[in-house]
């Protein structure tokens, strides 16, 4: 046996039990992973804001906490105004629901000619096994819901401490990661930064004219139908559809529909239908060219990263996704070195054989003029 042989073999036992060890690591960490990614974004989102109010003498980490304490009393505020209103519409429906029942019903038996009544319609309902079945998962689920709660308060708190950091101590972080690499990176690092923050901003700044956007268009909707509480319902399906990804369109109709249920259930149908429509004028019209135009990236770019960013990391990956690519795209943009384009009619979109016979036409012409103009002279 070769003296060589046994190293060989234990390191690479060594290196498996190495790669091993880092992979079991790394999915007991994914979850911190992620949530401190959230934190650097929502960091570089307010380090305008609180390097504007450390600009004018502000000891940076008590404006970091201003701009944290107005965001929590916004959000706190909206999620109470609009928990009231909910409780509210909630009894409510139940007191009028014998009411709609009553409805429902009368409009079975005249369009279907049966002969329904109420009370046999709570009986079967009362007594189906599916109701039953119903009422012991929720009893058993209770505690699972409880702890999901309780694991997203405790995720939530997470990412705002370490955003709070991030964002506080920002300049130190800099400085940090900047004493690590040669004076010749630390320009290309600080300007990787600020084109992150940038990107960032911009990514918040089309989101929030979005929400306007589709806040307004459901205010009109909600006023011309009658539905009470047009505006704090227009402010959530604004803020839900376009903060939350991939199921913060259905969460913010649901409610409005829940609502216009309350006034006239066929109110719900139009709501739904305005939603779905609104979608999709969203999707392919409006979101590419907004974000294209704010962000400075392709729609067809935007919409691919979202899909790879869903695909990767779920819903955490669609809402970091397009500010992540938009920032890689301007940073590898500024070292990538560019020539002057060739002037070939291809580059427009002509084929080889269709200019050059338009040049020879263009040469016949000129020809010809030439030949009249001298004849003319002579």
Excluded at 143 to 170: N, W
Aim: hydrophobic share 55%; with cysteine; proline share 4%.
């Amino acid at each position: 046996m070769p003296r060589w042989l046994p190293r060989a073999m234990l390191l690479a036992l060594a290196l498996y039990a190495c790669f091993q060890l880092g992979s079991w690591a790394f999915h007991q960490l994914i979850g911190l992973l992620i949530n401190i990614l959230i934190a650097f974004f929502l960091a570089l989102a307010v380090e305008p804001a609180v390097g504007r109010m450390a600009a004018r003498g502000m000891r940076r980490g008590l404006a970091t906490f201003l701009v944290f304490f107005a965001v929590l009393v916004a959000g706190v505020g909206f999620v109470v105004l609009l928990g009231s209103m909910l409780a509210g519409q909630i009894v409510e429906m139940v007191e009028d629901f014998p009411a709609y029942l009553d409805s429902v019903i009368r409009w079975v038996n005249s369009t279907f000619h049966t002969e329904l009544s109420r009370v046999e319609v709570q009986d079967s309902l009362l007594r189906s096994d599916w109701l039953r079945r119903y009422v012991q998962n929720s009893a058993s689920g209770v505690l699972d819901i409880s702890a999901q709660v309780l694991g997203g308060l405790f995720k939530l708190l997470t990412i705002f401490l370490f955003s709070f950091y991030f964002a506080a101590d920002g300049p130190r972080l800099r400085r940090t990661l900047c004493s690590v690499l040669p004076p010749a990176r630390q320009a290309e690092v600080l300007r990787a930064w600020e084109i992150a923050v940038d990107k960032t901003g911009g990514y918040l700044y089309s989101r929030g004219l979005m929400a306007l956007i589709s806040g307004v268009a459901h205010f009109v909707l909600l006023e011309v139908l009658g539905v009470p509480y047009a505006p704090a319902l227009a402010v959530w399906v604004g803020l839900v559809s376009q903060f939350i990804p991939t199921i913060g369109t259905y969460l913010a109709g649901a409610l409005p529909m829940l609502i216009a249920f309350t006034v006239n259930p066929w109110y719900a149908l139009w709501v739904l239908g305005f939603v779905v429509i609104y979608q999709q004028f969203e999707n392919y019209m409006l979101q590419p060219k907004l974000t294209s135009r704010t962000v400075d990236i392709h729609p067809a770019v935007a919409f691919g990263s979202v899909v790879a960013g869903t695909a990767l990391l779920g819903a955490v990956g669609a809402l970091i996704a397009i500010p992540a690519v938009a920032t890689l795209q301007a940073f590898l943009g500024a070292y990538v070195r560019r020539y002057d384009v060739t002037d070939d009619p291809r580059v427009h979109g002509h084929s080889r054989h269709g200019g050059r016979a338009v040049a020879r036409m263009r040469r016949v012409l000129a020809a010809r003029r030439g030949g009249r103009a001298g004849g003319g002279e002579a």
